[in-house]
């Protein structure tokens, strides 16, 4: 099975006001997935798509090697979900949603479920509606997380949480993918973060996935251009050019896709000349991307 | 040891990763025989992906610089010293450049960059 | 997996079943109070029966409230998560539907038998006139009939899927046809009648919970 996940021409419609159409998503058996887009771009109802919590009206979803919402239990055996909103029994104390959630998973690991509780210094007394934000999420992590899943599918698990839990969080994530082979598909709207752990990159953008690779395909495809004395009209470009703008008098930045380094010579052919190439960071090359995807074409 | 890893710099993380020990390597920092953290140790507490800390490790036993054991995880191996003096001056090339490149940029001349060297250097050394 | 369904549906809903326990218990015995009174001319026949009836009014109450709260306890660890937890839970919906439902019926138990021992203790310390008789058990099979139907009514409502709650109205409604039909009909079927005398009124399920509710009658 090379898809953890597979979105085969996915079309799901709520209402009038949000719908995606033949949407096509593959997540690498193996890979750290970061699944980025602006809010409303459709993220959550994707996942929750993935999960069988919501039935789209046509394509496949594939899950694990096996159809979803048809196999859903048993896939849902071998996944952990941590959403964006807590979604627990809060007059349930810590130990007691523990010992809920070890009843319905066979693979529970219990030694490494008191490891957990342990290094995110959660008081197992306290009801789970009593908790802080950050201590809701650190025990959603760690229901997902000693569950032992094949897949791992988050959905913004640090958003609004304090730099120390989201600290604590990835960590707790990043401990389990090296113990063992596991598939991560995070979304999330704080793109450094990300950066750090993703080996592949989604980007969603109203309804669409506008792009899927490898994520150092993503950050070095993208570059930014310092360029002096370009004439305004340009024949062909070697690289695509994404967006072009003024610094003040003959200095523009470009930015530019597929670039290489040969093709410096471009612009001794056109009369300028190339200052520098700037690597764009994740953020930027998402940014960028966005900006060029909705802007009109023309 | 490791606070210098930057995802946002053009430089793979692997790569920085793998400079950085090469460096401890060379420094003496870290000597034969001792043992690298292991890749879950040290992807958990960079907070990166265990395959970036693997690659790392990888590049650094193609070089010769260390040795990974299965089960028992990974080991500097005895470089020569030369070979650790050799590594020490391409770090320092590579320092002089960023810094002549950096200069550049912000318009300092090499005279000025020289006499602030010279400066600095009398005010570290005690 | 009953278990810890089990235990988080007792800790939102032992406040209810503590009271409902003790109510049940004591609604039969304060109903026969004036006829074990010592010292006292024993009652005539008609005051007794009159005290019966007007303390049997409370039976249908009870047990609408138990079923009503108990069957809002049993989803309301859900709803608060907009039942995201359970649906993310490796097993068919069906089947947790299932458990909650058995869980609550478990939780039903205490005070539906708090009255079946009520009403036996009621009935054997009673005074009770010639002529009259006491029912303690079929009063008491009454009861668990009425909290079951009413729990199962409002375990669908509550449960927050229309289409759960309106097959089963739909089953409750058949029946009920089913009984007008056979009635109009004249017909003798096996099945009606057997419902009959296992829900003992007429016209259907949902009126067990009208007509006299009579621990000690003729």
Same mark, same amino acid.
């Given at each position: 099975m090379s898809n953890a996940i597979e979105l085969q021409d996915l079309h799901y419609r709520a209402g009038k006001s949000f719908a995606f159409t033949n949407l096509n998503l593959h997540v690498p058996t193996g890979s750290i997935y970061g699944f980025l887009g602006p809010n409303g771009s459709g993220k959550t109802t994707t996942i929750r798509v993935v999960l069988g919590l919501l039935r789209p009206r046509a394509g496949r979803v594939t899950v694990l090697g096996r159809d979803m919402p048809a196999d859903a239990p048993s896939i849902l055996a071998r996944t952990g979900f941590v959403p964006?909103?807590?979604?627990?029994?809060?007059?349930?104390t810590v130990r007691e949603t523990l010992r809920f959630q070890a009843a319905?998973?066979?693979?529970?690991d219990r030694t490494w479920a008191e490891q957990l509780l342990r290094s995110f210094d959660l008081d197992e007394r306290l009801p789970f509606g009593r908790l802080s934000k950050g201590q809701k999420g650190k025990v959603m992590m760690l229901l997902a997380l000693a569950q032992r899943p094949e897949l791992l599918v988050l959905d913004e698990p640090t958003d609004g949480l304090d730099p120390v839990v989201r600290r604590d969080m990835l960590t707790a994530l990043v401990d389990y993918v090296s113990q063992r082979e596991a598939t991560v598909f995070i979304s999330s709207h704080l793109v450094h973060e990300l950066e750090r752990i993703c080996d592949w990159v989604g980007v969603m953008d109203n309804g669409q996935l506008i792009t899927e690779l490898p994520m150092d395909r993503f950050k070095s495809g993208i570059k930014r251009l310092q360029v002096v004395q370009a004439p305004p009209d340009l024949a062909g470009t070697p690289f695509t050019l994404l967006a072009r703008e003024s610094n003040g008098g003959a200095c523009e930045s470009w930015i530019v896709r597929g670039w290489e380094p040969e093709m410096t010579m471009y612009f001794d052919g056109i009369g300028a000349s190339l200052q520098t190439v700037i690597d764009l960071d994740l953020e930027e090359g998402f940014v960028e991307l966005l900006r060029t995807f909705r802007a009109p074409r023309g | 040891m490791f606070d210098q890893i930057d995802p946002r710099s053009p430089t793979p993380l692997y790569a920085q990763i793998a400079t950085r020990l090469r460096l401890a390597v060379a420094a003496a920092e870290l000597r034969p025989g001792d043992a690298l953290p292991s890749v879950r140790q040290l992807a958990a507490r960079l907070r990166v992906n265990p395959a970036t800390v693997v690659q790392a490790y990888r590049d650094l036993e193609t070089e010769g610089f260390v040795e990974m054991r299965q089960g028992a995880g990974t080991f500097v191996r005895d470089v020569q010293p030369d070979k650790r003096a050799s590594e020490r001056a391409r770090q320092a090339v590579a320092l002089v450049r960023r810094m002549l490149a950096d200069a550049g940029r912000l318009g300092v001349s090499v005279e000025e960059l020289h006499a602030a060297i010279t400066e600095e250097i009398e005010v570290r050394t005690p | 997996m009953f278990r810890v369904i089990l235990y988080s549906q007792w800790k939102w809903s032992r406040f209810i079943i503590g009271l409902g326990t003790v109510a049940g218990f004591g609604l039969p015995i304060l109903s026969v109070q004036s006829a074990t009174r010592t010292g006292d001319h024993p009652l005539q026949a008609g005051e007794l029966l009159q005290t019966i009836q007007s303390w049997g009014a409370l039976y249908p109450v009870l047990a609408a409230a138990l079923a009503v709260l108990v069957a809002i306890a049993t989803w309301a660890p859900d709803h608060r998560g907009r039942h995201v937890h359970a649906l993310t839970l490796p097993l068919p919906r069906w089947r947790y539907a299932l458990l909650r439902f058995g869980a609550g019926l478990a939780l039903l138990a205490p005070p539906v038998l708090a009255v079946l021992i009520g009403a036996g203790l009621a009935t054997a310390l009673a005074a009770i006139p010639a002529g009259l008789q006491g029912y303690p058990v079929a009063l008491a099979a009454r009861f668990a009939l009425a909290v079951g139907v009413g729990y199962a009514v409002f375990f669908a409502i509550s449960a927050g899927t229309t289409r759960t709650a309106s097959a089963i109205l739909l089953v409750i409604g058949a029946l009920i046809v089913i009984q007008v039909v056979a009635r109009v009909a004249a017909v003798d079927l096996d099945v009606v009648t057997r419902l009959q005398i296992l #829900?003992?009124?007429?016209? &259907?399920? #949902?009126?067990?919970?009208? &007509?006299r509710w009579m621990l000690i009658d003729v």
């Open positions: 964006e909103q807590p979604h627990l029994d809060p007059t349930l319905f998973y066979p693979s529970w | - | #829900l003992v009124n007429w016209p &259907g399920p #949902l009126a067990i919970f009208t &007509g």
